[in-house]
């Protein structure tokens, strides 16, 4: 039976929402778990699309922010370095560096869950209402856990999405050299 864990070494609340963030971790190393170097930086058949590559990085990107937002610490020049900018100089997901391998992203995005649960040890139930800024706005610590989760989830959907036109495109492709 599927649920989430509330662990005896968190706050009540703080693991419900760590739980939510590492179930959705462990689904999505699932999702690409058998992909291959040409399916994950595969960008859709008109090449228009953010590869799951991007995508990845996309996810360890925005919650390592959020990581050291709760942490109401500037990001380190190191982090910044090893995760990179949100965005390119054209506003899009950028390109991860050297093309890496699904395991080094995953590892990437397991080392990004593994902050948050190590500051979820720290977090009370009542750390969860303080206000934390992000780029022009506010919200509060449990709202940026919650996102973290939510986050995650919808951009499983547009991996699920490239998978299915990347066996589309690999039957057309199959059927054209038959032919």
Known sequence: MKDLCIRNDMAPTVSLLYSAVE????????????MTQ?????????QTKNSTAQLLRHIANVDIRWI????????????ERT???????NGQLPEPKNQPGLDELLRGHQHVVNELKSVCFTLTDDDLHRPLTYADDTATVRWGIWHMADHNRYHQAHIEALKKEWKQDRMIWALKRSL
């Not at 040409?38 to 008109?46: A, N, R, T, V």
């Not at 050291?68 to 982090?79: S, Y």
């Not at 995760?83 to 100089?89: K, L």
């Open 68 to 79: 050291w937002c709760v942490k109401e610490n500037r990001i380190p020049d190191h982090i």
């Open 23 to 34: 179930e959705n971790s462990l689904r999505l190393a699932s999702i690409v778990s058998h």
């Open 83 to 89: 995760y990179g900018p949100m965005t390119d100089e």
């Open 38 to 46: 040409g399916e994950l930086y595969y960008k859709g058949s008109c």
